[in-house]
């Protein structure tokens, strides 16, 4: 299996290659060179499997011969252990059509550990064997820091930073990362915002010679390991409801574009998809694009789902290439004037292409309040990304009703205990392994707004320089 960039200059790489880049040295993100399909009777010898195993059966068609015989497996068996469920990513049923795949019984609570839990994993085992030694650095504004913290923990050859503006993120997704007190994990506070934090950490990035000496490493959402990690859980799910021989629909709320696209790549391997329904929040770009192929940046406004204030979706450029044909030049020009005009020029032919499989709606604040209050009332407890998601499967639900919904529910309700509690008057409890959080010791430094006492603190913090 190799990986092409989706600006085409950037020669193929394998699967290790791919994991430890994340980018491309193009711009460009990785996909593989052609797509691996399932028959029927492939998916259907799936079905029933432990998830773990169902997962390395999926991934090991992306990951070539990076692994030994066995070691995926014993990796992803590994990685889902930590999960409070055997069921790993159980279905509950809404209505008589609407089903929640609940990807929130992970360390963190929201569905980013799926795929870097066994990030984690996987980086530890391609370094050991070339004697390597990663930093990862990284800013947050939620839950990325603490999913990525919780999947490098104690990880013998990773070492990992995670800047966090101080006083600015909520007090489960502060303690969920700065509780962690393993010698490989550290947490800086930076005097500024999250765009302070995301400044200095490309400016680490940027500095060439510093990035050499720590061998600098990211764990964001580009990277195509963590997509195909993701691809499992819709087919599970959908096989768990009749798929191959049932179509499905899937409901995602989306910010970057990671999560749906790892359905629309369980589609592409022909698990039989009939709709694929983004929910955003006020931060609305995809849904003005699939309305109208409109797809122009506006400044990013708070919302009660934060994990989707965002503007530009960098994974949707991987579905740009897709419907482009796979034209690494055009894609990289048509990036290239949304770059310089705020405003992706994406042809109709392909816009309209796009449109006969997705669907999408930009979900209020309020909206999302009423359609967490109404789930309660159903005797649901959802988070407002949740929230979003099911709100967005009522609005553009697929014509055929006999096409089972299912939505992904992306976080735990405890995460957001501010928001649940607003809609439904009901607090959520943190779950029994979380219990204690707030009785946690923490650990963090504070430092001000100045590239060179983090950077010296990172140095001091990297077992690469010992
Ligand atoms: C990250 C996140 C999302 C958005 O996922 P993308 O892959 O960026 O689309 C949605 N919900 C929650 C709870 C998240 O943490």
Redesign the pocket.
């Known amino acids: 299996m190799r990986y092409v960039s989706t600006r085409g200059e950037a020669a193929p790489r394998d699967f290790e290659s791919v994991l430890l880049a994340g980018l491309a040295e193009d711009g460009g993100l990785f996909l593989p060179e052609s797509w691996p399909i399932l028959l029927p009777e492939e998916w259907e010898a799936l079905r029933g499997l432990p998830y773990p195993d169902l997962a390395a059966n999926i991934i090991a068609r992306f990951t070539g011969d990076c692994f030994e015989e066995g070691a995926l497996l014993a990796m992803c068996r590994d990685a889902y252990a930590g999960f409070n469920t055997p069921a790993v990513a159980p279905l509950v049923q809404l209505d008589e059509r609407r089903f929640a795949l609940e990807l929130f019984h992970g360390p963190t609570l929201?569905?980013?550990d799926f795929a870097l839990q066994l990030l984690g994993r996987m980086f530890d085992h391609v370094l050991a064997r070339r004697g390597e030694r990663i930093t990862i650095v990284g800013a947050t504004s939620g839950?990325?820091g603490s999913a990525a913290i919780e999947a490098c923990r104690d990880r013998a050859s990773v070492d990992i930073v995670i800047l966090h503006p101080e006083g600015r993120t909520s007090a489960v997704q502060r303690r969920q990362m700065t509780t962690v007190l393993s010698p490989n994990v550290k947490n800086i506070a930076v005097k500024g915002d999250f765009d302070t934090c995301q400044d200095m950490v490309k400016a680490m990035f940027n500095d060439a010679p510093f990035r050499a000496e720590m061998n600098l490493s990211a764990v964001n959402?580009i990277n195509w390991a963590r997509i195909a990690a993701q691809i499992p859980y819709y087919a599970y799910a959908a096989l768990n409801l009749g798929a191959p021989d049932r179509e499905v629909a899937f409901s995602?709320?989306?910010?970057?574009?990671?999560?749906?696209f790892a359905a629309w790549a369980a589609r592409r391997m022909g698990l039989p998809i009939s709709t694929l329904i983004i929910g955003s929040n006020r931060n609305d770009i995809l849904a003005r694009w699939i309305g109208a192929n409109d797809m122009s940046a506006q400044p990013v406004v708070p919302s009660l789902?934060p994990?989707?204030d965002?503007q530009v979706?960098s994974?949707f450029e991987r579905l740009l290439f897709e419907l482009l044909g796979r034209d690494g030049a055009k894609t990289a020009a048509t990036m290239r004037a949304f770059r310089e005009t705020g405003t992706m020029p994406v042809p109709d032919a392909a816009w309209r292409k796009a449109t006969s499989l997705f669907r999408a709606l930009a979900v209020s604040d309020e909206d999302t309040i009423a359609e967490m209050r109404r789930l309660h009332a159903q005797g649901y407890l959802a988070?407002p990304?949740t929230a979003a998601g099911t709100a967005a499967s009522h609005a553009r639900a697929p014509d055929d009703a006999s096409t089972p919904i299912i939505v992904a529910a992306?976080?735990h309700p405890a995460?957001f205990p501010d928001a649940v509690e607003q809609a439904t008057g009901t607090r959520p409890g943190l779950p029994p392994h979380m219990a204690d959080l707030y009785e946690r010791e923490e650990r963090f430094t504070v430092l001000p707004n100045d590239l060179a006492a983090v950077q010296s603190a990172v140095r001091a913090h990297a077992r690469r320089n010992r």
């Open positions: 929201a569905f980013k839950d990325t959402s995602v709320p989306t910010g970057n574009f990671g999560n749906v789902s994990s989707m965002i979706s994974n988070d990304h992306t976080a995460k």
